[in-house]
């Protein structure tokens, strides 16, 4: 390396001894200084000296724009050592070489098998390619295929909401006629019930009504054959509310009582004004059916009955304990009765009320 001298000067080789000072080592015939490149052909360069006496001689050898320095070697610098080191220095290069060649057949051999790893690497991707694109077209048909259908079952959910729209609103409709014919029902029964049970208390009334039909049906006939058998005896008079048998004999007050009694009666109750002078007219004395034995001043019928309107006659009644039994007497007055010892022997007036 020679100072001063840009980097990368070329090859060289110190030689084994030291050199003389002043003289050049260089052998061969050119160095070039500044490059590897040697500038002229079958010179090499193996070694210099810094004080080398090479005189510079010129610079035409290469283009002076490069600024490098060239030196001559002249013939008495250099023969000694030229072969020796020009063999060993071949003898390096070729090693270099073989060691380079092996390399780079290692590389080779490399760069083959990458190749063909490459190509085998290449086919199958092409392969794949092919693949590839076949199952993009498949897709492509199959992607078509499914818009279709797509558009087919997007207007087949249209018209399905329309129908459903339309079902819908009958629904609806349905719903409030039913919900209509429901009430209309619902009142229907209401008044159905209503009639039923109308119905059903005219059923009990008519029943009522048919029973006391039915009674009174039947008590006219008791009556009808009551008073038929009435018409067959003797001495019964109807008036009123009641029928009247007088006597054609006479007894005491009790055995005239029995005989009423043996003829479904008993002696006469007065209870009004009309009943008194129907009793009158008979223009008789009768025992009648007016008592206070029980209790004298105390007068009852004899249905236990208290006597509230009474027709006594002047004076009467006035037979304190002694007479404990009413009759008609003073039959030309309203007031009529005396009040008479009960064990007398007269005519009685029975009464029976008809069932009218
Ligand atoms: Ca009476
Ligand atoms: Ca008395
Ligand atoms: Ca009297």
Redesign the pocket.
Known sequence: MFPGAPPGVGRGRWLPQEPVPGEAVLMGGLLVLGDAQLATPGWEVIGVTVKARCPLVHRGHLPQACGWTVCEVTSHCSTCYYSDLQHSAVIEERDNLKALLKNLDLQHRAVIEERDNLKALLKNLDLQHHAVIEERDNLKALLKNLDLQHRAVIEERDNLKALLKNLDLQHRAVIEERDNLKALLKNLDLQHRAVIEERDNLKALLKNLDLQHRAVIEEQDNLKALLKKMEGQQGWIIFGGSAYYVSSTTKSWQESRNDCRQRGADLIIINSKEEQSFANQLKMNLWIGLT??EN??TWKWVDGSQLTTSYWGQYE?N??????CGEIQTFDKESSWN?KDCSYSRSWICEMRLPL
């Open positions: 206070d034995s004298e001043g009644p037979g304190n304990r002694k007479e404990n009040d």
